[in-house]
C-alpha cells in the first residue's frame, strides 16, 4: 500500500508528457518496483512476476501503455473531452477497409526523435491493434486487457 500511494505515484509522474523509449531507463524504472517487492518478507524468494501475480501489480511497461490508451481513446482525445484549445496531431483514418476497429489512427513517420517518441506518435500502433470491445467499452473497468509485456 505504500509502494502504491508514494512510490509508484512518482515513476509514473507525467507519464503522457515522458515515456521512456530507451531500454536503460525502462529497466532502471522497473528495478524500483523489482525493489519494492522484494521488500515484502514473505514473497522475497519468488521471480518478479510471481511477486507482481501475488501482489496483484502490473508492470510499469503495461501501466504506462494503459495510461496512453486511456488518454488517446477511451473518453478523452477521440471522443473529445478535452480541451478544445488543446491540439493533438492525430488524425483518423478516412477508409478503414482492413479489420480492426472504426476509429483507427492515421500513422505517420518522423525522422527525429523529437517527434518520433512523443505521444501522438507512439501510441497509434497500440491503439490501432486494439480490439473493438476495448474501443467502444464505456469505463476504463469495463474490459481488462494481458498483463504481459
Same mark, same amino acid.
Given at each position: 500500500?505504500?509502494? /502504491?500511494? @508514494?512510490?509508484?505515484?512518482? &515513476?509514473? !509522474? ?9 531500454? +536503460? *531507463?525502462? $529497466? ?24 507482481? /501475480?501475488? @501482489?496483484?501489480?502490473?508492470? &510499469?511497461? !503495461? ?9 488517446? +481513446? *477511451?473518453? $478523452? ?73
Amino acid at each position: 500500500m505504500f509502494y /502504491k500511494s @508514494l512510490i509508484r505515484s512518482h &515513476l509514473e !509522474y507525467a507519464n503522457s508528457i515522458w515515456n521512456p523509449h530507451r531500454l +536503460g *531507463l525502462i $529497466k532502471d524504472l522497473e528495478k524500483v518496483q523489482m525493489r519494492a517487492t522484494k521488500l515484502v518478507i514473505t514473497i522475497k524468494n519468488l521471480t518478479y512476476k510471481d511477486r507482481l /501475480k501475488r @501482489l496483484k501489480l502490473p508492470t &510499469l511497461k !503495461y501501466r504506462r501503455i494503459r495510461g496512453d490508451m486511456i488518454e488517446v +481513446g *477511451l473518453y $478523452k482525445i477521440s471522443t473529445n473531452k478535452y480541451d478544445s484549445r488543446v491540439k493533438l496531431y492525430l488524425e483518423k483514418q478516412q477508409y478503414s477497409i482492413t479489420r480492426g476497429h472504426s476509429l483507427k489512427l492515421v500513422n505517420n513517420r518522423y525522422h527525429y526523435d523529437l517527434r518520433k517518441f512523443s505521444f501522438a506518435s507512439r501510441i497509434v500502433n497500440v491503439w490501432n491493434s486494439l480490439p473493438e470491445i476495448v474501443i467502444s467499452a464505456d469505463t476504463t473497468d469495463t474490459v481488462t486487457l494481458s498483463k504481459e509485456d
